[in-house]
């Protein structure tokens, strides 16, 4: 199976700092892929770079086959690739319903429509929904949620990024701020997610989570990835000694 996403050779630089150094990253189409590393590894910046986030220094993304060049997550987006950032990427003035449909608002039919107007009644609905699938306590579809939990608002911007995305997702510590009947409404979405046929790609510092949804795991250690193993194939003392450096080479 060919991947639907590849990085190949990224390398990135922020002045004398080198955040990756050849980095190498796949994901298939159904298939939920965790990347894990210590902190500095390099996976929040090699994500930010496959989400159009932000360029490359060096290197290729392949696209279902085909090189592509992103300048923005708009043209990520226009591929069918979702993100959730660990800062959510929200805006706090506005109401989860606003937020859920940031950049894809529902115009009214006919005339009103064409002035304009904004179709409210469906883009709740279609925010309740996306919610309610994935079990997040959203209480107060009107007001801002810079004055909600924070786990309330991670709550909105994964069901947000999992109610858009067509190919890939992104999830940058998408469990960090969630209780435990949250984080397993979020697990079982994962899950639900890549049987729809989207790739799925996982950061977190939970080896029990990455354990539980990835079908492969991706390891990083000084801005490139050092190991790959299936799940059935490993174990967290396997993982935790990519993490440190003891494993060098690429593995299989």
């Given amino acids: 199976m060919a991947p639907i996403l590849e990085a190949r050779d990224i390398s990135k630089q922020y002045g004398h700092v080198e955040a990756l ?10 298939e939920v ?24 220094s060096s290197g290729q993304l392949i696209f279902e086959g085909k090189q592509v060049h ?15 950032f660990q800062d959510l990427a929200l805006a706090p003035h506005l109401s989860p319903v606003q ?57 909105i911007a994964v069901a947000r ?32 997610v890549s049987a729809e046929g989207i790739g799925v790609v996982f950061i977190s510092h939970s080896m029990p989570h990455v354990m539980d949804v990835a079908d492969r795991i991706h390891v990083m250690w000084r801005g490139r990835r050092v190991a790959t193993y299936r799940k059935e194939d490993t174990s967290m003392e396997q993982l935790v000694a990519a993490m440190t450096g003891a494993v060098t080479q690429e593995a299989s």
């Fill in 161 to 192: 990024a999992a109610a858009w995305a067509q190919k890939v997702i992104f999830l940058d510590e998408p469990t960090a701020a969630l209780g435990v009947v949250q984080t397993k409404n979020v697990l079982d979405l994962i899950r639900r």
């Fill in 70 to 84: 992103l300048t923005s997550p708009v043209d990520a987006r226009k591929l069918g690739m979702e993100t959730v």
């Fill in 21 to 30: 150094a050849g980095a190498n990253f796949d994901v298939n189409a159904g």
């Fill in 33 to 56: 892929v965790a990347l894990i590393g210590d902190n500095g590894a390099g996976k929040s910046t090699l994500v930010r770079i496959m989400s159009g986030t932000e360029p490359a």
């Fill in 99 to 155: 937020n859920m449909y940031l950049g894809r608002e529902v115009m009214r039919t006919g005339p009103l429509g064409r002035l304009g107007f904004m179709d409210s009644r469906s883009m709740r609905k279609g925010s309740r929904e996306a919610f309610e699938k994935l079990g997040a306590t959203v209480r107060n579809l009107n007001g801002p949620v810079g004055a909600m939990s924070g786990g309330q608002r991670q709550g």
